[in-house]
């Protein structure tokens, strides 16, 4: 039985990830953090888990907790990971999976020296939408891929950002970057699991707007292990008119097309067939899929496809992106 102990019950923790660590079979919530003992107990509570701590190393080193979720702040994530892998405890970090590259790294070696196995949570690579594309791609639908082209332009009161100039997520010193490192990761991230590593990449960062201390404009190109090429554009202060969120894999003989957040289509055009729209049902839990691969690889019954290597790799992206 896998017997998680979750540190930072916020706001993922309420559909996103952690209910889902109840459904799986060998999978239970055995306690739960956060360093406001009233909203711990009060989480605890509301979601039938009997032990609380406002203290992590008090929920590490509970014996009767196995492996270690946490779903903090990306600041946290090294710490925390480390002490995990210290206490012998697989781990599920969030993405993006720490502030640098750097500091992924560290928890890449820490858990590796421990033995330990280390997941992060790009949930995407398991969603049905997602393995749609992956099939597509590697059935040779669109031929030989070409190129990628991934737009996403966000306006000052957009749908999946908040414009709080204290909010964590544009906040360098918690979050490592703003918007573009909390999104853009799980776009990058996929792109490494269809297309293979990205090996090198160019690009160029500014803060237009002054809205906070993150930059909040991105652009650049990246060229992957297998020669494909690929071209980003990130803006989190447009207007209205310009709200965008589309991603492109061109090949030979077609192209694919898809939204990453607030839609699960995907659009295949090719020389032959034209237009084929395939549409998918999200799971409630929408990382259900992804946590269990991780019960299923801490059981020895399969493997996850979410490692600490790989969400490394997402980091390393995207410094060299916004680092020019």
Not at 72 to 99: F, S
Not at 290 to 305: H, M, N
Request: negative net charge.
């Amino acid at each position: 039985m896998i017997k998680w102990g979750i540190i930072g019950v916020g706001d993922v923790c309420e559909k996103k990830s952690a209910p889902a660590m109840n459904l799986i079979e060998g999978s239970k919530i055995q306690a739960v953090m956060r360093r406001n003992a009233e909203k711990a107990a009060d989480y605890a509570q509301r979601h039938g888990i009997d032990i609380w701590y406002d203290d992590a190393d008090a929920l590490i080193a509970d014996p009767e907790v196995n492996a270690i979720y946490i779903a903090t702040p990306p600041y946290a994530h090294r710490e925390y990971t480390i002490k995990a892998a210290e206490a012998g405890k697989p781990v599920y970090v969030e993405k993006p999976m720490a502030k640098t590259y750097s500091e992924c790294r560290d928890m890449v070696e820490a858990c590796q020296k421990h033995g330990v196995p280390l997941f992060t949570a790009y949930y995407r690579r398991a969603l049905p939408n997602y393995l749609k594309v992956k099939e597509l791609v590697d059935s040779g639908a669109i031929g030989d891929v070409r190129m990628v082209e991934i737009r996403m332009a966000k306006p000052l009161v957009p749908d999946i950002v908040t414009l709080q100039e204290q909010h964590w997520r544009v906040n360098p010193e918690v979050a490592g970057g703003g918007y573009f490192h909390d999104l853009a990761s799980h776009q990058l991230d996929f792109l490494d699991f269809l297309l293979g590593p990205v090996t090198k990449a160019k690009g160029y960062a500014q803060n237009q707007a002054g809205l906070y201390k993150a930059e909040d404009i991105v652009v650049g190109s990246f060229e992957f292990e297998s020669g494909v090429m690929g071209t980003g554009s990130w803006c989190f202060s447009t207007g209205q008119q310009s709200d965008k969120d589309i991603t492109t894999i061109i090949g030979s003989k077609g192209e694919i097309s898809y939204a990453t957040f607030g839609g699960s289509e995907v659009t295949l055009r090719t020389d032959e067939n034209n237009e084929e729209i395939f549409t998918f049902e999200i799971p409630d839990h929408i990382q259900y899929p992804l946590i269990q691969q991780i019960v299923d690889e801490l059981l020895g019954k399969g493997k996850c496809v979410s490692t600490g290597e790989s969400g490394a790799r997402t980091n390393k992206v995207m410094e060299w992106l916004t680092q020019g």
